[in-house]
C-alpha cells in the first residue's frame, strides 16, 4: 500500500515537471516570437546618399519600382533617417487615424514655420494646434460658405466679362489669376482684394517662392529666395495688422475667413494676436490656393479631352438651369453630381499634394492584405502617397483611366474598398478642412464656364509637373473659346 502511494508521488511530481517545462517552453516560444520583430523590407541602394539619389529622381518613381518588389510596406534610408512607406487602405488606417502622440506631423512639417510665421500651426504644441483647427473648421462651415460662394460667384462673373467674344487662351494662367482672386476676396478680406490687391499678391508670391524643395530640410539656409520669403513674411504681418486694427477701430464685421480669426477665441477666452491671425490666413492660402487652382484646370483638361463628360456636364447645366434659371449659390452648386464626380476623377488622378508625413513616436504594427505583419518602430518617418495610392489596380477598375462613373451610384470604387481609398484630401485625425470650400470654388468656375462658353483644348493634354512642391501641370494649356450666344 505504502509503495504504491509512494508511486504515485513519483508519477505526480513527474507529471508536474513535465508540465512546468511544457508551459515555460509555449512561454519563452510566445515571447521569442513577440520581441522577433518582423521589419519591412528595404529599398536597395547605395550607402548614405543612395536613398536621397532615389527620392530626388522624385519618389513616385521610386514607388513604381518598389511596390512591385517589395509590395505595400517597405524602408528607405534617407540620410540618417529611415522612412516607412504604407501604401494602400489596409496598411494606411494607423496613420490617418493615430492620435499626434503616436504619429506627429509637427517635425515633418516644421518647414512651414518661417512662411506661415510664429505662433501658429507647426510652431506651436498639438493643444494649441488643435484650437487653431477648430478656427479653420468654424470659419468653414457651411453658414460661412454659403456668403463665400457668392463671393467666389461674383469674382467668376466678372472675371470672365473681360473675355472676348472668341479667342484662345492659357487656361492655366486664367484659373491660377481667378483662384487667386477669389481666394483674396474669401479668405484675405475686402480690403485686400479691392485696394491692396497687386502688393499683397507679390508677397505671396515671394512666400511661395521662399518654398524650395532645399527649404524642407534647410527652411533657415541664408539664402536670396529665403531672405525674400522673410521680407515678405513681415510685410504681410504689417499689412494686417492695419487691416484688423482699422476693423477693430471702426466695429466693421465682414464675411470672410479674416473675420472669422479675428473673432476667434481660444478656450481659455484669449482672443487671437494679428500676428496669429496673418498667420492662420497665410496657411489657409497655402492649403487651398494652388491645389484648387491645380484641380480646376486639370478638370478643364479632362473635360475638354473626354466628349462624353463634357456633353454629360453641359447637360447637367441645363437641367439645374431650367429648376433654378442663372442663378448659382452654394445650395445649387451642391446639386451638381455629374460635375462633382467630374472633379473628384481629375483629383483622383492628379492629387496636388503627392507624399503625406508623420513622425512615428510608439511602435506600431501593421497587416499587409495579403496577412503579413509587419512592425514599424518608433522613430521612424511613416509616409504615404495620394498619387500612388489612388491608382491601386484592386481598388480603381482600369486605375489611370479618366472614369467619373466609378463613382456613381452603383460603383462607387472608392467606397467599396473602405476607409482610406481615396485620400487626396488625406483623412481620418486630419483630413482636409478646407474639401467642402474647394469643390465650391471649383464647381462655380466650371460652372460659369460651361453655360457661357464653347470650349476645345487646342494644346496636346498637359503632362505632371513632378518638380513642383504642390504637383500640378506642365507648361501652357492653350484652349480656344467662344461666348455662347444664347444660353445653354
Ligand atoms: C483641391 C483642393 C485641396 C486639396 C487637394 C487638399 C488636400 C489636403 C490634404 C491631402 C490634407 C492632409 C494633409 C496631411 O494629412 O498631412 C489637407 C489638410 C488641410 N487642408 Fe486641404 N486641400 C485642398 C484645399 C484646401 C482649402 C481650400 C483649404 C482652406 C481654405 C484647406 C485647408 C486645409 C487644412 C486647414 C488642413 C489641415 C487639417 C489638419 O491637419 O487637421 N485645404 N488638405
Known amino acids: 500500500m505504502d509503495l504504491m502511494v509512494a508511486d504515485n508521488k513519483f508519477l505526480n511530481v513527474g507529471l508536474l515537471l513535465l508540465a512546468t517545462v511544457i508551459v515555460a517552453k509555449l512561454i519563452s516560444a510566445l515571447l521569442m516570437s513577440r520581441s522577433r520583430k518582423s521589419l519591412p523590407p528595404i529599398v ?46 489596409e496598411v494606411s488606417a494607423h496613420f ?42 468654424e470659419a468653414l462651415r457651411v453658414n460661412k460658405l454659403k456668403s ?24 492655366k494662367y486664367e484659373l491660377e489669376h481667378l483662384t487667386i482672386l477669389t481666394a483674396s476676396r474669401c479668405l484675405l478680406g475686402r480690403e485686400v482684394r479691392e485696394k491692396l490687391f497687386d502688393d499683397v499678391s507679390a508677397l505671396f508670391h515671394d512666400l511661395d517662392n521662399g518654398m524650395l524643395p532645399i527649404s524642407v530640410i534647410f527652411p533657415y539656409l541664408p539664402i536670396p529666395a529665403h531672405r525674400r520669403r522673410d521680407r515678405a513674411r513681415k510685410r504681410l504681418a504689417e499689412i494686417f495688422s492695419t487691416i484688423i486694427a482699422s476693423r477693430k477701430l471702426t466695429g466693421k464685421s465682414e464675411d470672410d475667413m ?69 442663378k448659382l449659390d452654394h445650395d445649387i452648386l451642391s446639386e451638381m453630381d455629374i460635375l462633382y464626380r467630374c472633379i473628384k476623377e481629375a483629383l483622383r488622378l492628379h492629387p496636388p499634394l503627392i507624399l503625406l508625413m508623420r513622425s512615428s513616436h510608439s511602435d506600431f504594427t501593421v497587416r499587409t492584405r ?39 451610384p452603383g460603383r462607387e470604387e472608392d467606397k467599396v474598398a ?16 478646407g474639401e467642402p470650400f474647394a469643390y465650391l470654388q471649383i ?10 462658353f464653347e470650349l ?21 494649356v492653350m484652349v480656344r473659346y467662344k461666348r455662347r450666344k444664347l444660353s445653354i
Not at 127 to 133: A, D, G, H, L, S
Open 258 to 326: 479674416l473675420q472669422c480669426f479675428i473673432d476667434s477665441k481660444y478656450k481659455n477666452g484669449r482672443s487671437t494676436t494679428e500676428s496669429e491671425v496673418t498667420g492662420l490666413l497665410i496657411a489657409a492660402l497655402f492649403a487651398g490656393q494652388h491645389t484648387s487652382s491645380i484641380t480646376s484646370i486639370w478638370t478643364g483638361a479632362y473635360l475638354l479631352k473626354n466628349e462624353k463628360y463634357l456633353s454629360a456636364v453641359v447637360d447637367e447645366q441645363k437641367r439645374v438651369m431650367e429648376k433654378h434659371g442663372s
Open 456 to 476: 476645345e483644348l487646342v494644346s496636346p493634354f498637359p503632362e505632371i509637373d513632378w518638380n513642383a512642391m504642390v504637383v500640378g501641370v506642365k507648361g501652357n
Open 148 to 171: 463665400y460662394v457668392d463671393q467666389m460667384v461674383a469674382e467668376t462673373e466678372e472675371y470672365f466679362l473681360k473675355w472676348g467674344d472668341s479667342g484662345e487662351v492659357d487656361l
Open 370 to 408: 495579403e496577412g503579413k505583419d509587419y512592425d514599424i518602430p518608433k522613430g521612424h518617418i511613416v509616409a504615404t502617397s495620394p498619387a500612388f495610392a489612388n491608382r491601386l489596380p484592386y481598388i480603381y477598375q482600369d486605375p489611370d483611366k479618366y472614369d467619373p462613373d466609378r463613382f456613381a
Open 443 to 452: 464647381k462655380a468656375i466650371w460652372s460659369h464656364l460651361l453655360r457661357n
Open 96 to 137: 490617418f487615424k493615430a492620435p499626434e502622440a503616436d504619429l506627429s506631423q509637427q517635425e515633418v512639417y516644421q518647414f512651414n514655420v518661417p512662411t506661415f510665421g510664429p505662433g501658429v500651426v507647426f510652431d506651436v504644441d498639438y493643444t494649441i494646434r488643435q484650437e487653431q483647427f477648430r478656427f479653420f473648421t
Open 44 to 89: 536597395k541602394t547605395l550607402p548614405l546618399i543612395g536613398g536621397l539619389l532615389r527620392f530626388m529622381k522624385g519618389p513616385i518613381v521610386m514607388l513604381r519600382e518598389e511596390f512591385p518588389k517589395l509590395g505595400s510596406v517597405f524602408t528607405i534610408g534617407l540620410l540618417n533617417k529611415k522612412v516607412t512607406f504604407l501604401i494602400g487602405p
Open 418 to 433: 473602405g476607409a482610406f481609398s481615396y485620400i487626396s484630401f488625406g483623412g481620418g485625425r486630419h483630413g482636409c478642412l
